[in-house]
DNA sequence: AACTCGCGCTTGTCTGGACAGGTTCAACGC
DNA sequence: GCGTTGAACCTGTCCAGACAAGCGCGAGTT
């Protein structure tokens, strides 16, 4: 989580010392050493202070070498950058052109196979307590978000780390019964709605995760190894086809300090690479 | 610890020539050097082979350049082909990570200007309770996330639903300070971020959110109208540039019942939306 | 048992150099 | 005028080495 690099200021010195050379050539404003991030933010704020325009193809690498007194590899992680922010468009043998001053102000996060963050996350290891069906009525069918009257099959873990004592959490997944069979025996190197999927023909279309603070409620506390009523964080995950049908609903509940969700989000123009 | 990692047979060839000498020679020489694509794709088999599983780590960048006899550049360079497709997650220091042995089951959640869900919601309205400047000690710079001693401007926030009562939570916003003459007056109907960008001429790479559950303490059981102690969630999100600095920290406290966050994520595709 | 600290391992960043292969454009031949 | 060709230009790929910075684990402490 640190990032001490204040001013960046130290990381310069070492390397004036070490490579030296460097931009004795150059017009003296380029006398600070700068890495391919600052370089790429240099470049943004000309791309906005509309130094190129639209179609506009940008300086070579050779000069921006020169300009930034960097190496090319430097120069070109830059443009990288650059391109994959959706800025500019790269081809092999002709210059970067720019595509775009402001590239869409959206924000991506990108995940794969969900639920390894919920259910296998590495180091840890789960442990199926119960197996069980139920019926979805009244006060759990709103607990689940779903409709009352449904029958699920329930499956509970405890989830610990792989060095470590106290529990990370417990995890309630709740499988449409209608699917329960094709489930069968589950393979615990996967995860249940991979098993799903590839066993009942079931297509995931979109996933909904909703969190919230809660309390741990006396028979969750002994596996837990908290006290009753002390907070915990609730992970609702909901596994939805392209029917709209809600194949599976997972609850997860992680005392405080324990369990951290992590969600990580990228701005993102065009998300490809080079070519065209 | 270390995975004894099995299989890529046949690369051991190419490996046994040895490198170097490189295609100064003409191509007719027995075996054809490795590009960095080849080499990606030669993982690729090997995950689709099921040589490392979901969570595994992979081989380290020096054994992939044992392996292949190419230079540690191009290992990277593949590598990052990798991460790109979404077969691994890279982080420094540790070894990467198999995230997915089939990428075309990755999940998107896009969202335009993230923040809002901190900050405006729509229908809730926040109220600036405190504006302070403050120097992250110890304690508070591991609950920040930030470097201890750096300065902040701090601005704190009352969060209540249009209609209604009770506050939906705390924010605090922790602006660095070096950005916060920038800053200026704050115009409400704007996010913090978002001025930022405008005034002080950043540009926001990305934005990590994390959130866990905590407890209410007293100072904050007041304006939140519940009782010392009592189960929060917290958020904290955390705006960073591209220069990998972070110029901006948000804390959120929300007591249980009264806020949940959401997030939809969609299969490859289709643009989606988080929370409301 | 939980916490801190140090050290080794591993990835991130950067340098400087080389060749391969695509692009561009002007000179040339028809 | 129009298509071809060649050379200059430029980016893609690759190499070898070095230091910076983050991670993980074990040892020692509380």
Redesign the interface.
């Known amino acids: 989580?640190?990032?001490?690099?204040?001013g960046?200021s130290e990381h310069a010195l070492v390397h004036e010392v070490d490579t030296c050379v460097r931009a004795t050539t150059a017009p003296g404003w380029a006398d600070r050493v700068i890495?391919y991030?600052?370089m790429?933010?240099a470049l943004?704020?000309d791309i906005k202070a509309g130094n190129w325009r639209i179609g506009d193809a940008l300086p070579t690498e050779a000069e921006l070498v020169q300009r930034f007194g960097a190496s090319r590899s430097t120069v070109r992680e830059s443009l990288r950058?650059l391109a994959a922010?959706g800025y500019i468009k790269r081809r092999q043998g002709a210059r970067s052109i720019l595509v775009a001053d402001d590239p869409t102000?959206?924000?991506?996060?990108?995940?794969?196979?969900?639920g390894?963050l919920l259910q296998?996350?590495?180091r840890t290891r789960s442990t199926l307590l119960a197996r069980s069906e139920v019926v979805a009525t009244g006060d759990m069918a709103r607990r689940l978000g779903v409709v009352a009257g449904s029958r699920w099959l329930r499956l509970d873990y405890l989830r610990t780390p792989m060095r470590g004592q106290l529990p990370l959490g417990l995890s309630e997944i709740y499988v449409d019964a209608r699917h329960a069979d094709a489930l069968g025996t589950i393979d615990d190197?996967l995860t249940i709605y991979?098993q799903l999927e590839q066993r009942a023909g079931l297509v995931?279309?979109?996933?909904?995760?909703?969190?919230?603070?809660?309390?741990a409620t006396p028979a969750m506390a002994a596996p837990l190894r908290v006290a009753p009523g002390?907070?915990?964080?609730l992970v609702r995950t909901e596994f939805i086809t392209s029917a709209g049908e809600v194949m599976e609903v997972g609850l997860g509940h992680?005392?405080?300090?324990r369990?951290?969700?992590?969600?990580?989000?990228?701005?993102?123009g065009g998300a490809s690479?080079i070519d065209g």
Do not use: C, H, W
Not at 105 to 114: L, R
Not at 254 to 257: D, I, T
């Open positions: 989580m640190q990032k001490p690099e204040i960046s890495g991030r600052e790429a933010e943004i704020l950058e922010m102000d959206s924000f991506v996060n990108s995940v794969q196979s969900i390894e296998y996350s590495g190197s991979r995931v279309r979109r996933v909904e995760q909703s969190i919230e603070a809660s309390t002390s907070p915990l964080l992680f005392p405080a300090g369990y951290r969700m992590e969600i990580m989000l990228q701005r993102s690479d």
